[in-house]
């Protein structure tokens, strides 16, 4: 029997899943300033339908990103707060990823390309593989660029392969999809139902780690987001060289 709660609020979407060994459960909005005022209240209702508690849980699960730095935020802090309070493992999961999977599940598609709106005229985009269960494969690396150094990348990875197409990125820059001639599918926002599957694939991988762990992922500034650890430790290397 496996119990796992997922949120996301790394973009406009605001969601929770509950897996409870084989039924999938799960609240969502689209809500791009109410992310604080309705997650908690989401997974509340979703372990109550349960008759369950976090304590009953065996791990929680966030989209870490990248997307909103508010979002991405609210969503990973939310979730590292519940698995320290219950005692549980955390799994964090790419949105881009999240969206990847949501593809393969409405096309037949081998290959897809996400991306999400990075504003400042940048997308965030990875392109992943169908692997043999059915998961996206990341192939190359997630990366923040231009529409036009986008279209270059993916052209790189995907051999003349209609891609499944996802994301606000494409709604953005619709020239982008066109110069890809990809399957564009009828969703656009990553929701906490395909994350908590991917979660569920991690789980039974033994990927779980602990809270302090899982950190948001913001592709743009990484340095932003590295342990507290490793930038002291980049201070101290700095004062040896002077």
């Known amino acids: 029997m496996t119990r796992i709660l997922a949120v996301d609020t790394s973009t406009e979407a605001c969601s929770a899943a509950l897996y409870n060994d084989g039924g999938l459960f799960c609240e969502r909005e689209v809500a791009p300033q109410g992310h604080t005022r309705l997650l908690l209240p989401m997974i509340d209702r979703l372990l109550k339908s349960q008759g369950l508690g976090l304590g009953d849980l065996d791990c929680i699960a966030a989209g870490r990103g990248p997307g909103s730095f508010t979002g991405v935020r609210i969503g990973v802090s939310m979730a590292q707060g519940l698995a320290f309070g219950a005692g549980k493992p955390l799994v964090g999961i790419s949105d881009l ?108 991988l033994s990927r779980a780690r602990p809270p302090e762990e899982v950190l948001p992922v913001y592709i743009r500034d990484q340095v932003t987001w590295k342990k507290i650890s490793e930038q002291e430790q980049e201070r101290q290397s700095r004062k040896m060289k002077i």
């Open 97 to 204: 990823e999240v969206l990847a999977f949501t593809a393969f599940n409405r096309t037949a598609s081998g290959k897809a390309v996400a991306a999400i709106d990075a504003r400042m005229g940048e997308v965030y985009i990875g392109v992943y593989e169908r692997d043999s269960r059915g998961f996206p494969s990341l192939l190359g690396e997630e990366q923040v660029l231009s529409p036009e150094k986008a279209l270059d990348y993916v052209r790189e990875l995907i051999n003349n392969e209609a891609p499944a197409i996802i994301g606000t990125g494409f709604g953005t820059y619709p020239v982008l999809g066109a110069a890809l001639n990809g399957i564009r599918t009828d969703e656009s926002l990553p929701w906490a139902d395909s994350l908590v599957r991917l979660a569920l694939r991690d789980w039974e």
